[in-house]
């Protein structure tokens, strides 16, 4: 819903010279006449980003709002900012139905997520994804990595809905999800659930992971400098390792890589190694706005290096041996390293969601002053 005014403000910045380009590129991102070719490939949401559809456009969504308090008469402010997400996450995923249906029902989703302030009441996370799940039959439920948030991905999974697994950072997590879908899927089977239009992703949140959750700070601790490299290194040994162990075992979900960064900087040239090490896997790769920008506007291409099946070669040993010195990285990294209890203290868990909280304050802030008659998206 943002992209018409994110490629006028790439146009308005970009030199006269690239214009024609960008205009052409553009047009194979998001293709209505041919949806099947298009680059995006579905498209995910969460709290901060569908904060970001309403303050890129307040006057609509404020006419939204009031159409919204027409119809349901008695709304109080929670019930009307409800509404208002589900209506992101319509709008949203109907601009995906066409490859959606186009794909057999293999592309085209849009991640929905539950609430976040909810991520640790299984109850209200169960009710709202089941809420969610009426709206389009591309909407994949986005539920975070929580103790109770496996539970409902094996209940939505035997229900053959389609799920999204965030707020995961560390190996027990993403194998957690991959086990529950698993079990969902049993029961669904034996149950004669259609599943067509189901699919499952594990997302893993990279460099929430490093930057986030504190790596630098867990090294120091231990007396060992980490380097940019190094955190990047990190955030990718997870990754790999839990793709293969999901490729490789009887696993049915994809791995999501998100939360992507560019860096590190190696020998004076700035690389891109959460997309150059994932070379060669069949995965799904989310990228924000403001990833998608400072791609398209890298400095010096020609030093980013695509490598075959990169992705199942593993960080330099000497690497590895100072990040396994860190107990921080050491739990991460092995499939036993936290139980379930464990991952709500997660730094990493915590303060996201925290920041996905705060934007679903804001959102509600928006419905507050749309019930009062004064919309604003501050």
Request: with cysteine.
């Amino acid at each position: 819903m943002i992209f018409g005014n994110w490629c006028t403000k790439m146009l308005a910045k970009a030199d006269d010279a690239d214009k024609d380009i960008l205009k052409r590129q553009f047009a194979r991102m998001y293709d209505t006449s041919a949806p099947m070719g298009q680059l995006f490939r579905g498209v995910t949401t969460n709290p901060p980003l569908s904060l970001a559809a309403i303050k890129d456009d307040p006057a609509r969504w404020q006419k939204v709002a009031e159409q919204i308090l027409k119809e349901n008469d008695g709304l109080d402010t929670e019930g009307l900012f409800w509404l208002l997400y589900k209506q992101v996450v319509k709008q949203g995923s109907d601009m995906f139905l066409p490859l959606f249906e186009a794909s057999g029902y293999k592309e085209g989703f849009l991640s929905g997520q539950v609430d976040p302030r909810s991520a640790f009441d299984a109850d209200a996370m169960l009710t709202q994804a089941l809420d969610i799940h009426t709206i389009n039959p591309n909407v994949m439920i986005k539920v975070p990595g929580t103790a109770e948030g496996y539970g409902i991905i094996e209940e939505l999974t035997s229900r053959g809905i389609a799920t999204n697994n965030t707020l995961t950072f560390v190996l027990p997590q993403l194998m957690d999800c991959a086990k529950s879908v698993n079990r969902g899927l049993e029961k669904a089977k034996a149950n004669g659930v259609d599943l067509t239009k189901w699919r499952s992703v594990i997302t893993h949140m990279e460099a929430r992971y490093g930057d986030l959750g504190g790596l630098r700070e867990a090294g120091a601790e231990k007396g060992i400098e980490i380097t940019e490299g190094d955190v990047r290194l990190a955030e990718l040994a997870i990754f790999k390792k839990a793709y293969r162990l999901v490729r490789d075992g009887d696993y049915h979900s994809k791995m999501l890589s998100c939360s992507l960064r560019l860096g590190p900087t190696i020998d004076g040239k700035q690389r891109i190694w959460h997309l150059e090490e994932k070379a060669g896997a069949a995965i799904v790769v989310t990228c924000p706005p403001s990833l998608i920008d400072e791609v398209i506007n890298f400095p010096h291409p020609e030093d980013v290096k695509f490598q075959e099946n990169r992705i199942d070669v593993d960080p330099p040993k000497d690497v590895m041996d100072k990040l396994m010195r860190i107990p921080y990285f050491e739990r991460a990294y092995a499939e036993d390293g936290y139980t379930r209890d464990e991952y709500n203290t997660h730094p990493a868990l915590v303060k996201t969601a925290e920041a996905f909280s705060k934007a679903t304050n804001e959102m509600v802030a928006f419905a507050d002053g749309c019930l009062k008659g004064d919309c604003r998206a501050d």
